[in-house]
């Protein structure tokens, strides 16, 4: 890879006190020094505290949203300052489920991701299309143009991560395959709005495991992973970090 990867688990709302286990799992396998490769978990905001204590010093810890807020009367909300203060680096904003089970558009994606940057948090902002949208020949539209909106106006590859997640390959088993991520990739890179595009790191999500992880990171603009379900094993959560070449 001519950038460093990034490799972040997602737990979404997975996990409990029992599996702070899994961060020792990760530090048996690669030892205390770690695969020599960015990584990061987003677990469910209850573990955050506790992972921050436990996790090794090698992989970051992130969150799964966060508030364009940055305090007040916004009861269940969490403030990007507030997770910046429990040790995250990294903080996911626009996941497909939240634009799709919570209703957020763009506009609210680029607010949180505003929110992120100013707290010291970098964002990882998730584009993508449905399967409807890719079949009608829309997805190259339908993503840049979230891409241009979701983006803070002044962004640079060094505040932020793109995550592109076709939204028909999340959970389902189903992944794009190389080239179809690729080409997707490429174009993000080209239609970046900020400054700094060729050091931009863009992820790949979308049942991304062991198994396909090499392919996809053979290809040139494929900067890493966003991990779903194959994090939440760190065997399989290490293989994945393994396929990084």
Known sequence: MTRPALIAGNWKMNGGLDDLSWADDLVEAFGADGPGVDAALCPPATLIAPFAERLPSWIALGAQDCSQHGEGAHTGDLAAGMLAALGCRYVIVGHSERRSNHGEGDDLVRA???????????????????????????????????????????????????????????????????????????????????????????????????????????????????????????????GVLRAVR
């Open 112 to 238: 949180k991701a505003e929110a992120a940057i100013a707290a010291g948090l970098v964002p990882i902002v998730c584009i993508g299309e449905t399967l409807a949208e890719r079949e009608t020949g829309q997805a190259e539209d339908v993503v840049i143009a979230q891409l241009a909106r979701s983006v803070p106006a002044d962004a640079s590859a060094k505040s932020l991560v793109i995550a592109y997640e076709p939204v028909w390959a999340i959970g389902t088993g189903k992944t794009a395959t190389p080239e179809d991520a690729q080409a997707m990739h490429a174009q993000i890179r080209r239609a970046f709005p900020g400054e700094g595009r060729d050091e931009l790191r863009i992820l790949y999500g979308g049942s991304v495991k062991p198994e396909n992880a090499a392919d996809l990171f053979a290809m040139d603009d494929i900067d890493g992973a966003l991990v779903g379900g194959a994090s939440l094993e760190a065997e399989d959560f290490a």
